[in-house]
């Protein structure tokens, strides 16, 4: 199982960037994937995923209406496209899966240290 992050940069406020999470090992619809971020100095935090059985995708407030998740099971992908990009989202974003599909739809809490991780992008939002 790898996930396999990518798509970061540096941006201007108000920019959009477009991540990709290529996975290989399983099928995309099969388990639930969820993106996450880490800033510097704070705690790692839930952004969005996408459930496995029907591709639902979940957000935190903090993105709802600027960031989109997505995915095509055939190239084993899943994407976060960010708009509306503003300096608190600079972080470094994770893509993850515990190869689990929760009833109901995935949520950020289905997501463990011990599932599995990709290295992750830096996404920079600065002017």
């Known amino acids: 199982v790898q996930l396999q992050a990518s798509g970061g940069g540096t941006v201007q406020p108000g920019g959009s960037l477009r991540l990709s999470c290529a996975v290989s090992?399983?099928?995309?619809?099969?388990?639930?994937i969820g993106w996450f971020r880490q800033a510097p100095g704070k705690e790692r935090e839930g952004v969005s995923c996408?459930?496995?059985?029907?591709?639902?995708?979940y957000y935190v407030d903090s993105v709802k209406g600027r960031f989109t998740s997505s995915r095509d099971t055939a190239k084993s992908t899943v994407w976060l496209q960010l708009n509306s990009l503003k300096p608190e989202d600079t972080a470094i974003y994770y893509c993850?899966?515990?190869?689990?599909?929760?009833?109901?739809?995935?949520?950020?809490?289905?997501?463990?240290?011990?599932?599995?991780w990709g290295q992750g992008t830096q996404v920079t939002v600065s002017s």
């Open positions: 993850a899966t515990n190869l689990r599909r929760l009833a109901g739809g995935c949520r950020m809490s289905g997501f463990t240290d011990s599932g599995y």
């Open positions: 090992g399983f099928n995309l619809v099969l388990y639930d």
């Open positions: 996408i459930g496995g059985w029907n591709g639902t995708p």
